[in-house]
């Protein structure tokens, strides 16, 4: 009400101060169903007033609300249940018949909050009629008598103070009086139904027009309050319960903070997070603005049917009123969501200009763009390779670039190995079977696997042969090297560990199905994906150490960061396994197959899918950072090069993000499907595309 | 409360203190093989008894054996309070085999919210639905020998829920009580945390700034993150306890689950309110570095929190584990 005279402490449902109520739970509403006449049940009720649940139902609410005759049925029963009882709910609920001041004679309770109940009542001054009125009856709980003489002559000076406002959407205040350690006010009885329980009711959302109506009236009368004399009364309480539509579809305010006065203030008693309250009330700053916070968070709630009072609190930015109802215009939402800046002086200055601002969004046609429309647009003109070769076939693994020369894998049955700088060929390396293999360079050696069932060293500077080793099964596998030993899979289910100098075939791990992918030595494991679908651990020594299995195969080769295993599989789940244990530590389900392998950055992990999108996923728990959803499965592995990520999809596009924040910075477009991972080198960035070109393309 | 090991976690904490972060199994164990004659791990509980030399084989076999983890636990009333809510829950298995499933550790503390809708009862409630459903799920697989698959859910996931259905159970059965719960798996040398409340684990590294793993859910913290209020502020508010998130609070709640590579020589901490609020972080660290055992640790935190006034229930987990990264061939 009146600022002065409340105490710097934000809304607090009272309990008396037990020590033992050391901490309730903040947001206690949770556990009450909202019934479609009550409003919110008193938080953690523990003192003597609050009844027993009647009838099944959580009956306490709060000191709020006054008026409401039978809005419903279901309230109608209970109104009349209390009314047939003889005995009390609690101690010192008025029964029906019980008449105060010789004058107003109780018909029924209205409502329990955790002050008393608000009663209907009719007022026997009028004979022969029925005139009706709200009675709403405060007890206080202070021990201490001097505490409560002096809440009686607070309670005495607001009452006053309501009485003398005169606004449309302010009930009466006909009357009020004490009796012992009780106060009463005497109000006009109002019919109708709380925004609450009309939103509880509604199905699907409100419309925008009608809402903005009631947010127009709303800022109509906080304004009246706001600058009234000698002082503005600020009504510190807005939320959907406290804002009733009459009959006529008026708006009316109802429960003035009078009844905070009647809240135990002692220390400790911890009181439920009000979703509505503005931050600085934490701090003990009542002033207008903040009820136009509590405005704006009311029509968000009305809008987007997110209760607050459900979520973290202050978490209104991250749950913006798209999220659940798209339909809003951006207009209003811009104008709600500047009522509900956390810093004070970026709220609107008034309720004048809130509701200026509000009448303005509804004269705007409502939009048709929803937000979060992220449309970019590219400048593919601008990208130019330096260089492209043509090969005779597919180019489906990735290249390799290493001491100025770039290796090319293709379907064509040769091994390319083109200038860095110009892509001007120096040798090629014919096999009999397409390569899909990504050339290992190391030692002066290239090496690499073929369809036709070899594995092959050449040397990197000629390309003149120096060794190879013969599977059983077609070589798709790319080579992994390590302590003086290639890794490679073949489709005969086999791993070789080959003596990189030798080529001396050490020995051989049959696993349950074609190796495919690259294997990975880290940590002491040797770690391989096969078709099956089994992702195998070995220790140096050969010996398994652990296997995964999930339910369809693993295309991609695992990556290691930091203890996981990250690989994605045809299953649609992108895992991060324990490098340990080999058990899940998480894992993302997207919604399409991943085939390509992923790239770990700065605890993230990227990868694409086949639901199209590009995932950046955080290393520790698995969940989105960012995604970019583009049209077309996203068929390419990912590589990171000085903060950017790059990564082909089967439409041939070639994107490079921002890592860390998921934007685009440019997309090139190739003929044919990308599946390689794009190799980074000085400054330029190398794929092959199956359109048979091999791309140099600056960074 | 003796815990066994103490000998060799006495000259390990001394060693390790000696030896910069970067100490390695085999200087650690050179160096103890020099200086301590191991006594028999039998003789272990009886701290006075005169340990028997060993030979470096038998030294090496009982080093290893006495384990990964090193942990202390204690809890107490305080000086306010006339009951304890608060809850504790530590289990450790290790194996020592030609193929052992990795050691394993779970940590879980649960401070019971006060009324009469009885804290101590969600707390415990809490703590032992969680434990069953993760002993269940994670460490009786581990044991067995079995596979890992895409079938079964991962352990981040696994975490998630086990808290969830303590979050459902205390619900269900007293609605209106509430409790904070944080949880620390640790599996090889990986840690899974799961929590809800203001209950809170710190990770102290050798050679790094202790580091505040679990975010407060409470409303004074949220307020701070915006700015709105400061530390100092926020220690003193009248609605410091305020929680927005709790166990028993609702059928649907969201847990902060994550999981977290450890090092050897990691210590972990996990306290409630009535430790963090009344000792400030400097000195629990220091009462930390100074004890020769996690538990003597707990000992004197628990001491340190009641001679800053004891507000409220005290409680203490500290785990040290001593897992290498990699086995080594």
């Known amino acids: ?699 | 409360m003796w815990n066994d090991g103490g000998c060799m976690a006495d000259i390990k904490t001394w060693l390790r203190n000696i030896f910069s972060k970067s100490a390695r199994r085999e200087q650690v164990e050179s160096a103890a093989e020099s200086l301590f004659k191991k006594p028999d791990i039998a003789s272990v509980e009886g701290a006075a008894a005169e340990p028997k030399p060993a030979s470096t084989a038998q030294a090496r076999r009982v080093w290893e054996a006495s384990g990964v983890f090193s942990v202390g636990w204690g809890t107490d009333v305080g000086r306010v309070r006339d009951h304890n809510e608060d809850a504790l829950f530590v289990l450790t298995g290790e194996q020592e085999a030609s193929s052992a499933a990795p050691p394993f550790g779970l940590f879980m503390l649960a401070d019971g919210m006060g009324g009469h809708q009885s804290g101590e009862i969600a707390s415990a409630l809490a703590l032992r639905v969680a434990a069953s459903s993760l002993l269940s799920r994670v460490y009786f697989p581990l044991v067995d020998v079995s596979d890992r698959g895409a079938d079964q859910p991962s352990l981040t996931d696994v975490v998630r829920e086990a808290i969830s259905q303590a979050n459902r159970v205390v619900t269900r059965d007293y609605p209106g009580s509430g409790s904070t719960l944080t949880c620390a798996m640790i599996l090889g040398d990986r840690l899974f945390m799961g929590h809800v409340g203001d209950s809170r684990a710190y990770l102290l590294r050798i050679g790094q700034p202790a580091r505040q793993l679990t975010k407060d859910h409470s409303l004074v913290n949220r307020l701070m993150e915006m700015g709105q209020l400061t530390e100092e502020e926020a220690a003193v508010h009248p609605q410091r306890n305020v929680l927005y998130r709790a166990i028993g609070q609702g059928a649907t709640l969201e847990v902060d689950v994550f999981t977290y590579a450890l090092e050897p020589g990691d210590r972990l901490l996990l306290c409630s309110d009535g430790l963090w609020g009344m000792v400030d972080e400097a000195e629990i660290w220091h009462l930390i570095q100074d004890a020769p055992t996690p538990q003597q640790a707990c000992v004197q935190l628990v001491a340190a929190a009641n001679a800053a006034g004891g507000n409220d229930n005290i409680s203490v987990v500290l785990v040290e584990t001593w897992h290498e990264r990699s086995q080594g061939v």
């Open chain 1, 1 to 699: 009400m009146n600022d002065r005279e409340l105490e710097p402490a934000p809304d607090q449902k009272g309990t008396p101060a037990s020590p033992d109520v050391r901490r309730t739970r903040g947001l206690s509403q949770r556990l009450r169903q909202p019934l479609s006449s009550q409003p919110e049940a008193a938080a953690a009720p523990k003192t003597h007033l609050v009844a027993e649940p009647l009838s099944g139902k959580a009956a306490s609410a709060p000191a709020a609300v006054p008026v409401g005759a039978p809005p419903s049925p279901a309230m109608a029963a209970e109104t009349q249940q209390i009314s047939g009882k003889s005995q009390v709910a609690y101690e010192g609920l008025l029964s029906a018949g019980v008449q105060l001041q010789g004058r107003y004679k109780i018909l029924g309770v209205i409502g329990i909050g955790g002050m008393g109940a608000v009663y209907k009542a009719q007022d026997l001054r009028f004979p022969g009629v029925l005139r009706l009125c709200a009675v709403k009856e405060m007890i206080s709980t202070a021990s201490d008598p001097q505490v409560r003489q002096m809440i009686v002559r607070n309670f005495e000076r607001e009452a006053s103070i309501l009485a003398t406002l005169g606004h449309p959407a302010i009930p009466q205040v006909y009357d009020y009086f004490t009796e012992g350690s009780r106060c009463y006010l005497v109000l006009e009885f109002v019919t109708g139904k709380d925004l609450e329980a009309r939103l509880a009711e509604a199905e699907g959302f409100f419309p925008e027009a009608v809402v903005a109506d009631w947010a127009i009236q709303l800022c109509e009368v906080l304004s009246y309050l706001h600058n009234h004399k000698p002082r503005p009364i600020i009504f510190r309480d807005l939320k959907p319960s406290n804002i009733m539509l009459d009959d006529h579809n008026r708006i009316r305010l109802v429960d003035f903070g009078i009844a905070k006065l009647f809240q135990s203030g002692e220390k400790g008693t911890m009181i439920g997070t009000e979703g509505y309250s503005p931050p600085e009330q934490y701090r003990g700053i009542a002033e207008p603005r903040g009820d136009i916070y509590a405005l704006g968070a009311t029509l968000h709630h009305l809008l987007s049917k997110q209760d607050p009072r459900l979520e973290p609190p202050f978490s209104f930015h991250e749950r913006p009123i798209h999220k659940t109802n798209p339909t809003v215009s951006r207009e209003l939402v811009e104008v709600i969501n500047k009522a509900l800046e956390y810093d004070i002086n970026k709220r609107w200055g008034s309720a004048e200009e809130f509701r200026r601002a509000l009448a303005g969004s509804l004269s705007i046609k409502i939009g048709s763009g929803s937000l979060g429309d992220k449309t970019t647009t590219f400048d593919t003109g601008v990208v130019k390779p330096l260089w492209k070769f043509a090969c005779e076939d597919e180019i489906r693994g990735s290249v390799t670039v290493a001491d100025g020369l770039v290796f090319v894998p293709s379907y064509d049955h040769n091994v390319y190995a083109l200038a860095e700088d110009n892509g001007k060929f120096v040798w090629k390396y014919p096999t009999e079977g397409g390569i899909a293999s990504k050339p290992w360079v190391s030692e002066g050696m290239v090496v690499f696997g073929s369809t036709d069932k070899v594995v092959y060293a050449v040397d990197a500077k000629s390309g003149r042969l120096l060794w190879t080793v013969p599977t059983q099964g077609r070589v798709f596998s790319s080579p992994y090297g390590e302590l003086g030993h290639i890794f490679i899979g073949s489709d005969d289910h086999q791993i070789y560990a080959i003596h990189q100098l030798s080529g001396r075939r050490a020995w051989t791990y049959v696993a349950d199905g074609e190796i495919r992918s690259r294997p990975l030595v880290a940590e002491s494991l040797i770690l391989f994906a096969c078709q099956m679908g089994t992702v195998y651990a070995l220790g140096l020594n050969r010996e398994p150490r652990w296997r995964f299995r999930a339910r369809r195969a693993f295309l991609a080769s695992p990556v290691m960061y930091n203890g996981l295993v990250f690989i994605g599989s045809l299953d649609n789940n992108f895992y991060a396994l324990d490098a340990r244990s080999g058990w899940a530590a998480w894992k993302y389900r997207s919604g399409g197959s991943i085939v390509s392998t992923a790239a770990v950055w700065k605890n993230m992990v990227f990868f694409g899918s086949g639901d199209g999108s590009v995932y950046a996923l955080d290393t520790d728990d698995g969940r989105i950072v960012w995604r970019y959803q583009t049209e077309n499965q996203i068929t390419g592995a990912a590589s990171i090069a000085e903060g950017n990520l790059y990564i082909g999809g089967v439409d041939g596009n070639l994107y490079c993000f921002d890592a860390l924040t998921g934007a685009v910075r440019w997309r090139y477009q190739t003929d044919g499907p990308i599946t390689g991972a794009p190799q980074i080198a000085d400054g330029v960035v190398y794929i092959g595309s199956a359109d048979h070109y091999v791309y140099a393309i600056p960074m």
